[in-house]
């Protein structure tokens, strides 16, 4: 329960952090941290070939979609994220996990899901931003 608790906290203080820091793109920031945490599955289980090339997999898998929400919306972005979360939720499926840190699943689960779900928020007002400012045909 605690590994949960500092990941919320955690999203929570990033979410936080990028709005009072407003001079960065928000979509390059979720995208690289997506990219990020996709790959430090690759740094905990390099000691183990076939988990190694799990995680290279995903990892590059994590970048596509990273670099297609930076382009296009934060709606992928937030896929994105709830895609990883799901992923650290079913690690235990088809890698080792004994290779993570101990709850490291539920922690990044949490950041995850907190992050994913900020991300949809912010897509759903863009969106309705961009449906305001269009005139309406009569």
């Given at each position: 329960m605690?590994?949960?608790i500092i990941g919320i906290s955690s999203g929570i203080f990033l979410i936080i952090l990028f709005e009072i820091l407003k001079g960065?793109?928000?979509h390059l920031v979720y995208g690289l941290i997506l990219t990020g945490i996709g790959f430090?599955?690759?740094?905990?289980?390099?000691?183990?070939i076939p988990s190694l090339i799990i995680n290279v997999t995903q990892a590059v898998v994590f970048f596509a979609i990273a670099y297609y929400g930076i382009k296009r919306n934060?709606?992928?972005?937030?896929?994105?994220?709830?895609l990883h979360g799901s992923w650290d939720l079913g690690y235990d499926l088809w890698g080792r996990p004994e290779l993570l840190p101990p709850h490291y699943d539920l922690f990044c689960l949490s950041v995850d899901f907190t992050i994913g779900i900020y991300l949809l928020i912010i897509a759903r007002?863009?969106?309705?931003?961009?449906?305001s400012s269009v005139p309406s045909s009569i």
């Open positions: 605690t590994s949960v960065f793109n928000k430090l599955y690759v740094g905990f289980t390099w000691s183990d934060y709606f992928i972005l937030a896929v994105g994220y709830f007002g863009s969106k309705k931003l961009r449906n």
